[in-house]
C-alpha cells in the first residue's frame, strides 16, 4: 500500500498558512479544523515549515500568552520530513516513529501535495491486517 493510494481516498487538501501569519491564527485554524498540525508554505506550495499542536504549546509554556502575537515562522518547524506518492506504508509508518512525530506532508514536483497522519497510517493497516485475515479464513473454508 502506498501513499498515493491513501491519497486517493482522503483527498489531497491540506490546510495551510503563511511563514508571517501570526500564530494566534495558526491556534485559530487548528482548533476550527480540528486537526493537530498545519503546513506551512510559501505562495507557490511550497513547503517551508510545518507547525503542531505541541510546538504552540511548547512555546506558550516558556512564553506566555504573548507568543500568540508572534509571526509563525519562529515556531513553526523548517526542517520538515516528507514523502512521496510512492512511499509505502510501512516506510512512512518508520519515518513518522524515527522523528516521533504524527504528520507528513506528501510532496510532488516541488509542492505541497497532500499530508499523511498517522491516523492514515493505523487506517490502512487495520484495513491491510482485516483483509489478509479473510484471505486466510477463505483459503481455510475452500481448502
Do not use: W
Amino acid at each position: 500500500m502506498t501513499v498515493k493510494a491513501i491519497l486517493e481516498a482522503k483527498g489531497h487538501d491540506v490546510v495551510t498558512l503563511g511563514p508571517n501569519e501570526k500564530l494566534s491564527e495558526a491556534v485559530r485554524l487548528l482548533a476550527e479544523r480540528r486537526i493537530g498540525a498545519l503546513v506551512v508554505t510559501n505562495g507557490d506550495r511550497k513547503i517551508v515549515g510545518i507547525i503542531s499542536e505541541r510546538d504552540i504549546v511548547r512555546v506558550i509554556g516558556r512564553e506566555g500568552a504573548a507568543a500568540l502575537d508572534h509571526p509563525v515562522r519562529q515556531v513553526m518547524t523548517p526542517k520538515v520530513n516528507i514523502c512521496n506518492e510512492h512511499h509505502t506504508v510501512n516506510e512512512v509508518m518508520e519515518i513518522m516513529t524515527r522523528g516521533r512525530f504524527r504528520h507528513l506532508p506528501v510532496e510532488k514536483d516541488g509542492q505541497l501535495d497532500g499530508i499523511i497522519s498517522i491516523g492514515d497510517v493505523v487506517k490502512r493497516r487495520i484495513e491491510d491486517v482485516e483483509r489478509e485475515a479473510e484471505d486466510i479464513r477463505s483459503y481455510i473454508a475452500t481448502a
